[in-house]
């Protein structure tokens, strides 16, 4: 897993958030919006940007996403490297009430990629969400969803096994509900989460089989967060996570009671201001503990942090950085320190060419075994916006990692084709 995908998973929570709680009925007079400025990717463009699809109340927005890439290191290996080109087949619908009150929402996507000479390797993601927000009153909203996916885990993912026949199916199912009270300066929140997690065992180049049982595990996360506005663009915040990860009990398999508990407590900020920087920055204390005595409890700094920069109206600086604890799906192991940063710039060469490049850093250092991996990462692209029927994506990623178990780097380039009705 790399922190690229770490901080999208974040991004895409953070939305979904925003989405569900910050439309409610004093959005213009509220301390807490952080909307004066617009990001290059986010700025209207009505002469490219597609049509929605008015379904009554609701707007649809379908799209099909066709590409063409190469990659060097399909096995994520250190020798005898394999690489091969593949075809992208992508459709996603999104849709959204248009209500002046409460709202609902759902996607739909369906990612499947082909590799022309290893079709073992092909793989297709599902997945799936409803959310939605009941304005209870000025004051008071709840809201949440549901999710489901069907997916395959990369082969660069820190859980990869080098003799591994097939890369890892699994599934997931999630829940989460929450309530957010505001009343001028004082915001208060709260929300739960259920995840559940189903790992596929897998095949091995020796013909025998990998269980993964030992990955399979419930997860509840309670959360609140309380923030003061000292002005209109800047507020402060206290915060406190709980979770308890309930993993299978422990079998011939899996010798080991995984199960655990989890305690983050922050302070931070979030803020928008004069200097054209806007931000969500919060430190603090994590603390883990593990059931079992032969896994090491963990305690340490957490970090979470998410800014941009607008330097100009044609260019945005996006950063986040990060420490936590992941599960990296192993054996051996229960817990790996993840510490990361990310820093991406967006830039509107035309109304209609937007160009993007980032780098990123992320280290994984395991609990309870003599690993450490340091993880680089490149990313450059663009965008050329046709007409709102049809876009032209290409990008290219390298992902370097160093290790003492598992070194590799992989190039891997695509372009496509985006359509929309």
């Known amino acids: 897993?790399?922190?690229?995908?770490?901080?999208?998973?974040?991004?895409?929570?953070?939305?979904?958030s925003g989405t569900?709680?910050?439309?409610?009925?004093?959005?213009?007079?509220?301390?807490?919006?952080?909307?004066?400025?617009?990001?290059?990717?986010?700025?209207?463009?009505?002469?490219?940007?597609?049509?929605?699809?008015?379904?009554?109340?609701?707007?649809?927005?379908?799209?099909?996403?066709?590409?063409?890439?190469?990659?060097?290191?399909?096995?994520?290996?250190?020798?005898n490297e394999t690489d091969d080109t593949f075809f992208s087949v992508a459709p996603k619908v999104e849709v959204n009430s248009t209500w002046?009150?409460?709202?609902?929402?759902?996607?739909?996507?369906?990612?499947?990629?082909?590799?022309?000479?290893?079709?073992?390797?092909?793989r297709t993601?599902?997945?799936?969400?409803?959310?939605?927000?009941?304005?209870?009153?000025?004051?008071?909203?709840?809201?949440?969803?549901?999710?489901?996916?069907?997916?395959?885990?990369?082969?660069?993912?820190?859980?990869?096994l080098a003799n591994a026949a097939d890369p890892v199916d699994y599934s997931e199912v999630g829940a989460d509900v929450g309530v957010e009270y505001t009343a001028a300066r004082l915001r208060l929140r709260g929300r739960v989460e259920l995840q559940e997690?189903?790992?596929?065992?897998?095949?091995?180049?020796?013909?025998?089989?990998?269980d993964q049982d030992f990955r399979d595990r419930e997860d509840t996360t309670i959360e609140a967060r309380v923030s003061y506005a000292i002005e209109r663009d800047w507020a402060v915040f206290g915060?406190?996570?709980?979770?308890?990860?309930?993993?299978?009990?422990?079998?011939?398999?899996?010798?080991?009671?995984?199960?655990?508990?989890?305690?983050?407590?922050?302070?931070?900020?979030?803020f928008e201001l004069q200097s054209l920087i806007r931000g969500d920055i919060a430190v603090g204390f994590l603390s883990y503990d593990y059931d079992d005595a032969a896994f090491e409890d963990v305690d340490g700094l957490s970090v979470e942090a998410n800014a941009q920069w607008f330097v100009t109206q044609l260019t945005t600086i996006t950063g986040s950085a990060e420490r936590s604890v992941v599960d990296p799906g192993l054996q051996a192991t229960n817990s790996a320190v993840l510490t990361g940063v990310a820093?991406?710039?967006?830039?509107?060469?035309?109304?209609?060419?937007?160009?993007?490049?980032?780098?990123?850093?992320?280290?994984?250092?395991?609990?309870?075994?003599?690993?450490?991996?340091?993880?680089?990462?490149?990313?450059?692209g663009g965008t050329w916006k046709l007409n709102r029927n049809v876009w032209v994506d290409a990008s290219y990623r390298?992902?370097?990692?160093?290790?003492?178990?598992?070194?590799?780097?992989?190039?891997?380039?695509?372009?496509?084709?985006?359509f929309f009705p």
């Open 20 to 79: 569900l709680s910050s439309a409610s009925a004093q959005e213009e007079d509220s301390f807490f919006v952080r909307n004066k400025y617009v990001a290059v990717t986010e700025r209207p463009q009505p002469e490219f940007d597609p049509v929605t699809v008015r379904l009554g109340t609701f707007e649809a927005k379908p799209e099909l996403g066709l590409g063409a890439g190469f990659a060097s290191n399909l096995f994520a290996v250190d020798e």
């Open 125 to 160: 993601n599902l997945i799936g969400r409803v959310f939605g927000r009941l304005d209870v009153s000025q004051n008071v909203n709840v809201f949440g969803g549901v999710r489901g996916a069907d997916l395959v885990e990369p082969r660069s993912n820190i859980a990869s």
């Open 1 to 16: 897993m790399t922190f690229r995908a770490l901080t999208a998973s974040a991004a895409i929570a953070i939305a979904v």
């Open 197 to 210: 997690l189903d790992y596929d065992d897998v095949s091995l180049t020796n013909g025998l089989i990998q």
């Open 343 to 380: 820093i991406r710039a967006d830039h509107e060469l035309r109304r209609n060419i937007l160009l993007y490049g980032g780098v990123d850093f992320s280290q994984f250092d395991f609990e309870n075994v003599n690993r450490t991996d340091d993880r680089y990462g490149l990313e450059v």
């Open 239 to 270: 915060e406190v996570q709980q979770i308890e990860s309930d993993y299978d009990p422990a079998n011939m398999f899996n010798a080991f009671n995984r199960d655990s508990s989890g305690t983050i407590v922050r302070a931070g900020t979030d």
């Open 398 to 418: 390298l992902l370097d990692q160093s290790s003492n178990v598992q070194e590799f780097t992989d190039n891997r380039l695509m372009i496509g084709l985006k």
């Open 100 to 122: 002046g009150r409460h709202a609902l929402g759902a996607e739909a996507v369906v990612d499947h990629l082909e590799y022309t000479d290893t079709s073992d390797e092909s």
